[in-house]
């Protein structure tokens, strides 16, 4: 099964939760953001872990040094995952995972800004990390010229566990999925619509045609 991650670009905590209550019956993963964790801290990742138990929560603190430190923090709080840099040390990544055992969680590595997305996925998934973000930031989506089809190309000549996380929407869909990504990322699509729940339905159902056919 693939599963849906929806990233929560808001900043406030009761915003997030709103939006989450909305779009839970039809994700698997919810992200709290980087600029939410860094405006309300650690407690929106207990907050949001106490409204939804069942769910993974995902703490995109795109960690670039104090690996077990920062990850055991998150951990402490709630998050069931945890983001660390793929431009970070190896040592960074280590930490991480270390303390992600120690709770029975998980670390993805965030390639955002990375030159080589490719390579780095297939260094760091020897370190035991969860899954590799293939990432193209909001910053890079915004540049002229942008495509998801770079993202699209990347996840199929990975060969390791990876998600991709830059444009997709109902349109693009498809076509992740056959790439052969174990999650797909879904921010601006889900809340960004005038419906984040039908949205978010129509992902999932989306996702689960198009893996019927495959």
Do not use: C
């Not at 994700?27 to 801290?41: H, Q, S």
């Not at 983001?83 to 040390?89: K, L, R, S």
């Not at 670390?107 to 193209?136: N, S």
Request: aromatic share 4%.
């Amino acid at each position: 099964m693939v599963k849906l991650q929806v990233a929560i670009d808001l900043i406030t905590t009761e915003d997030a939760l709103a939006l989450a209550a909305k779009v839970a019956p039809y994700v698997d993963i919810i992200e709290l953001g980087t600029p939410l964790i860094k405006n309300m801290g650690s407690t929106v990742i207990t907050a949001m872990k106490n409204a939804h138990p069942d769910k993974l929560v995902f703490a995109d603190l795109k960690t670039a040094d104090a690996g077990e430190l920062e990850a055991d923090i998150a951990f402490k709080a709630g998050a069931d995952l945890v983001t660390v840099m793929g431009a970070a040390g190896n040592a960074t990544i280590i930490g991480a995972v270390k303390a992600a055992k120690a709770h029975g969680k998980g670390v993805v590595v965030d390639t955002i800004g990375y030159p080589d997305r490719v390579k780095r996925a297939q260094e760091v998934i020897e370190l035991g990390v969860e899954f590799v973000e293939l990432h193209a930031g909001l910053d890079e989506q915004w540049t002229a010229g942008y495509s998801i089809q770079v993202l699209i190309d990347e996840a199929a000549r990975a060969g390791v566990p990876v998600s991709i996380a830059g444009g997709v929407n109902i349109e693009n869909i498809k076509a992740v999925i056959k790439s052969g990504v174990q999650v797909v990322v879904a921010g601006a699509a889900i809340y960004g619509a005038e419906d984040p729940a039908a949205a978010a339905k129509a992902l999932r159902e989306a996702i689960d045609a198009t893996l019927i056919t495959l």
